[in-house]
């Protein structure tokens, strides 16, 4: 699944509708849903900010992937990079004093695994999710509907 969207902040309530739907998708638990909210708005709220300078000419696009480990989000902006390396250690950035970052920090507190590339301009944010495999999913919501068919029988 994909999003792409301009740099406006009033843009985040697409990015917003677009984990809700994963959620809904993949029937994640609030936990799940939270985090991941937390990490991608903040990650799309970096890439509009400093990435792309709030350009609404330039765009943000986030990539979700579904993988056995789990979901994969990728937010990629059209900005010139930075040097992510000194953010890319929660241990560090919890003992600076740089209120620089703090996005960062969040993102790295709520996510299992956080990965930049690109000169900075891309952000792949793991969560470690069991039983997202499609497959799996697919079974779920076969069984649900099978269910609650019965289900209405029953009252009927």
Known sequence: MELKFSSSLESIHEVERFVEEISNQYHLNDNYFGNIMVAVTEACR?????????????NVHILMESK????????IDQGAG??????SNLDSLLLSDDIKGRGILLILSVADEVKFS?????IKILFRIAGVENEVMDERNRLMKEYFKEAKKVKS
């Open 46 to 58: 970096n890439a509009i900010i400093h990435g792309n300078a709030e350009d609404p000419s330039k």
């Open 68 to 75: 056995p480990e789990g979901l994969t989000f990728s937010v």
């Open 82 to 87: 930075f040097n992510y390396k000194p953010y």
């Open 118 to 122: 690109n000169k900075g301009r891309v």
